[in-house]
């Protein structure tokens, strides 16, 4: 039952892959630079917590970093220590079990850091919503400060997305949601 919904879900919502836009990345590398220099001072760092996912945030994350897209010339790369973490990129179901992984990843984290939830699983449980081993999405047990949405998202929302977070100073009250599907209702604010 779960894998007719998961293959009706994926195959209702294919998404054509984007052609990046010359324009638009120029515009996304000047804005990012000010406003990350602005905030930090400096480059950023992302750590990236895959939450049990079926890996198609991933692939799309990964893409991020390649020729097309080149994450690096907007000034942000990914680290594998929380310690040397500016964004903590959450993806995947959050999990139950995942709880205090990520609880401690954050920890770790200097401050100022962001927190990102990327792709619907991550934002609400996506078609694993209600599971009793899905927590309900990252913010169930941690402040996300910006939510792409998406099945998975594409690599210009999660650049767009990163560019949203920094330029608000990843201030908490701001949540904001990139992407398709963006009217969220986090658990518990159902009325």
């Known amino acids: ?19 990046p836009d010359k324009e638009l990345a120029k515009t996304l590398r000047a804005r990012l630079a000010a406003a990350g220099q602005k905030r930090l001072g400096r ?26 897209y080149d994450l690096t010339q907007y000034g942000l790369s990914f680290t594998p220590s929380p310690r040397h973490a500016d964004i903590l990129l959450i993806t995947g179901v959050a999990g139950v ?10 920890a770790a984290m200097p401050d100022p850091a962001f927190v990102l939830a ?8 996506g078609v694993f919503k209600g599971s009793p081993a899905v927590a309900g999405g990252a913010n169930a047990f ?16 999660i650049l767009q997305g990163l ?29």
């Open 1 to 19: 039952m779960v894998w007719k919904t998961v293959a009706r879900h994926v195959l209702s919502r294919a998404v054509p892959p984007s052609a």
């Open 43 to 68: 480059a950023l760092s992302i750590r990236h917590v895959a939450a049990g996912s079926c890996n198609g945030c991933e692939l799309e994350l990964r893409a991020t970093q390649n020729l097309i």
């Open 97 to 106: 079990n995942m709880r205090e992984a990520v609880a401690q990843a954050r």
């Open 118 to 125: 990327v792709g619907d699983c991550a934002v609400d449980g």
């Open 142 to 157: 941690l402040p996300v400060d910006l939510v792409i949405a998406g099945c998975p998202p594409t690599p210009v929302q």
């Open 163 to 191: 560019l949203a977070l920094v330029e608000a100073n990843g201030e908490p009250e701001s949540v904001a949601v990139i992407g398709e599907g963006a009217a969220r209702v986090w658990p518990g604010d159902e009325d």
